[in-house]
């Protein structure tokens, strides 16, 4: 076997490495298993590697100089640039829906090859993305480690801290262009706005009926 070689895959997603060792730190994402905690916050991770690159974040070494966000490595701090230049260069070829990056695109095309390449190695169900098998995988393992620096109640997705902590701001910071209708957090505006839209990007693969929101 030639050096190099990636003779170690994951059973979960088929992926392959060359050691055990990156097999066994990459087969934590599937398991929701955070061994490395950030000394900062309450953040962990599956990997020294991640926790290494979130630090990023706390030192300001990434940082967007039009709006002060942090980030934890060069790529996604160009990415978010694209916020504020408004470039979009990746179209959709089926709904020419436009996206700032390659990665956004895949995933976003997914929607309409109803392609769910990351499936559970407990219960069986498949997702789009391999962020939310993470996240799903949490329903098994119990893990909940975003918690609310107010009340203390914990979260095992740290988007589900942000829509809580609406709950003692009372912060809508993302308002319709449309009809002014202002929501506490991004999704519920994306999904608000295919009533002026009309956009249904989710078929029935069984009788072909569309809706907007993915039930």
Request: charged share 25%.
């Amino acid at each position: 076997m030639n050096d190099g070689e990636k003779q170690y895959r994951c059973t979960v997603c088929d992926k392959r490495f060359t050691t055990t060792q990156n097999l066994t730190i990459h087969s934590r994402r599937h398991t929701g298993e955070h061994l490395y905690s950030c000394n900062q916050c309450e953040k962990s991770f599956s990997s020294p590697s991640n926790l290494y690159q979130h630090k990023n974040i706390h030192t300001g070494k990434y940082k967007c100089t039009e709006c002060g966000k942090c980030f934890q490595n060069s790529r996604d701090l160009a990415v978010h640039r694209q916020i504020h230049s408004g470039q979009k260069p990746f179209e959709c070829t089926v709904c020419s829906k436009r996206f700032k990056t390659l990665g956004n695109l895949v995933r976003h095309s997914r929607i309409h090859s109803g392609e769910k390449p990351y499936k559970c190695h407990m219960c069986g169900k498949a997702f789009s993305e391999s962020g939310h098998l993470n996240s799903h995988m949490r329903v098994h393992t119990g893990d909940k480690p975003y918690k609310c620096h107010v009340c203390d109640k914990a979260f095992s997705v740290s988007g589900h801290l942000n829509s809580h902590m609406t709950v003692h701001t009372g912060d809508k910071p993302y308002k319709c262009h449309v009809c002014d209708k202002a929501f506490s957090h991004s999704g519920h505006l994306n999904s608000h706005m295919r009533v002026h839209t009309g956009d249904k990007p989710y078929k029935c693969h069984v009788c072909g009926k569309a809706f907007s929101l993915e039930t």
